[in-house]
């Protein structure tokens, strides 16, 4: 069975500094890898996905994520925080088979940006 | 506006008394999920579908029931609640197929006293 490892509850960041959000994951085939954010008072959003390919995913509102296989890991980076980037994050795995939409999450990693 | 669309957005109840919480989506996705949120556990699926009438249990289904008897509904029941399914509950939709991304509804606030 697929699970999902998110090591850092809360990280506190300055704005404008980098970030990088951990995410370990435990599947036999090569999975299918999400990071979503959820900002206050609100839903999941999809920040990037990993299917096949190039490592290195690009996604929305400046993040990005690389895969590495032989870590079994897809961190989530970005070059300079912003106070609007404060919010929960989510690493998510699918497994590709029957039920393929399913996902199953991390326990996600709060992000507090200071000024 | 392409959106997933859960009521009410805040809801308590007292143990025992059915409710029914509504999920609806408006871009035709034949698969729609079921989540509760909890404090250090993340998000835990509970029900989900793949199509009208079709529908299986997730990691944690037990004490609900849902339904799918339209392609844009999918309501999450609680025939009997109980305190410990006090939890924010998310209903997510998206096409069918491996890595669709899925479309979240604001969530629902559920307290059972």
């Known amino acids: 069975a697929q699970s999902v490892t998110q090591p850092d509850i809360h990280i506190t960041v300055s704005e404008g500094a980098s970030l990088e959000l951990r995410c370990n994951y435990s599947y036999g085939a090569t999975p299918y890898l999400f990071w979503y954010v959820q900002s206050p008072g609100q839903g999941l959003q999809l920040l990037l996905k990993?299917?096949?390919?190039?490592?290195l995913v690009q996604g929305i509102k400046g993040f990005e994520a690389e895969f590495k296989r032989s870590q079994s890991s897809f961190n989530l980076r970005k070059p300079s925080v912003h106070w609007s980037d404060a919010a929960e994050y989510f690493c998510a795995v699918g497994a590709g088979q029957t039920g393929a939409n399913n996902l199953f999450f991390g326990t996600g990693t709060r992000l507090t940006v200071i000024p | 506006e392409a959106q997933v669309t859960q009521n009410p957005r805040y809801l308590i109840t007292v143990t025992g008394k059915k409710l029914t919480v509504t999920c609806s989506q408006n871009?035709?996705?034949?698969?729609m999920s079921w989540y509760r949120q909890d404090p250090g556990l993340g998000l835990r699926q509970i029900y989900y579908?793949?199509?009208?009438?079709?529908?299986d249990k997730g990691d944690v289904p037990e004490g609900y029931k849902v339904s799918r008897k339209e392609k844009r509904n999918f309501p999450l029941i609680l025939e009997s609640p109980s305190p410990n399914q006090t939890s924010l509950y998310f209903c997510?939709?998206?096409?069918?197929?491996?890595?669709?991304?899925?479309?979240f509804g604001s969530g629902t606030q559920l307290s059972v006293l």
């Open positions: 579908s793949m199509n009208v009438e079709v529908t």
């Open positions: 990993y299917f096949s390919g190039d490592t």
């Open positions: 997510a939709s998206s096409l069918l197929g491996s890595g669709e991304k899925l479309f």
């Open positions: 871009m035709n996705h034949e698969y």
